[in-house]
């Protein structure tokens, strides 16, 4: 499979099983779906005004248990370590991590079975790169962009850059290959981009394939003018 080449970004358009085995990387940030019928029915996180659904898969518990967990577990076997955001209903399917940690994000809550939802779950697996003397909080709180910013419409669950790129930073040093099977609309490849890391992002939907493209290279010419 040929990916796209774009300064220190390795894409590859595909099913993230397929591609899993022909890379490598030192650290895996990954939002992947959460198994919470996104877009496809009227409770829960669905409930958000004009959510779309996912266009290639449902977004279904079995979905994550039957193809995200392995997905998942085979893209820890490539990496040395690894930060995912799982959603929290559908958590406790991962894998046992190592560690535990919350995005607490009140101004972003959507609604649960048991009222609105203020923090989400952060996984972790393998050391933490920066333990000991350099070690920083294993939560974050909101770190969320400019007002909008993540309801920009190009993919149904965007994550905020300035979280995203704090999950970068957690979870890598400068200079090594952060993996995202999951790639969505990039926003991963736009925080390694910033934050001084190589990346390597695979996404199933051309549609958000096409445009994780256009703003990764973005990001790229951008720090190329503001180092």
């Not at 039957?66 to 799982?86: E, F, H, W």
């Not at 970068?168 to 969505?184: R, W, Y």
């Not at 609309?185 to 096409?210: H, M, Q, W």
Request: charged fraction near 20%; proline fraction near 8%.
């Amino acid at each position: 499979m040929k990916p796209v080449i774009i300064g220190n970004a390795t894409l590859y358009c595909g099913d993230c099983r397929d591609v899993l085995p022909l890379v490598t990387a030192d650290a895996l940030c990954t939002d992947p779906p959460y198994g919470v019928m996104l877009g496809e029915i009227v409770n829960g996180q669905a409930l958000e005004k004009e959510q779309q659904p996912y266009t290639m898969f449902s977004d279904t518990p079995e979905y994550i248990k039957d193809v995200v967990i392995p997905s998942v577990v085979l893209a820890l076997q490539r990496c040395k370590r690894g930060i995912i955001t799982p959603g929290n209903r559908n958590a406790f399917m991962y894998p046992q991590p190592n560690d535990i940690g919350v995005w607490y994000n009140p101004a972003g809550s959507g609604r649960g079975r048991w009222g609105f939802i203020l923090a989400h779950m952060i996984l972790y697996y393998g050391k933490d790169p920066k333990a000991g003397r350099n070690a920083t909080a294993s939560s974050a709180w909101a770190l969320n962009d400019a007002v909008g910013a993540i309801k920009n419409k190009l993919h149904p669950c965007p994550k905020p850059e300035k979280f995203t790129t704090w999950m970068v930073d957690k979870v890598s040093i400068i200079g090594e290959t952060v993996l995202d099977p999951f790639m969505g609309s990039g926003t991963c490849g736009v925080a390694c981009a910033a934050a001084g890391r190589n990346f390597v992002g695979i996404e199933l939907e051309p549609k958000y394939f096409d445009i994780a493209c256009k703003r990764i290279e973005q990001a790229q010419a951008q720090q190329r003018m503001f180092p």
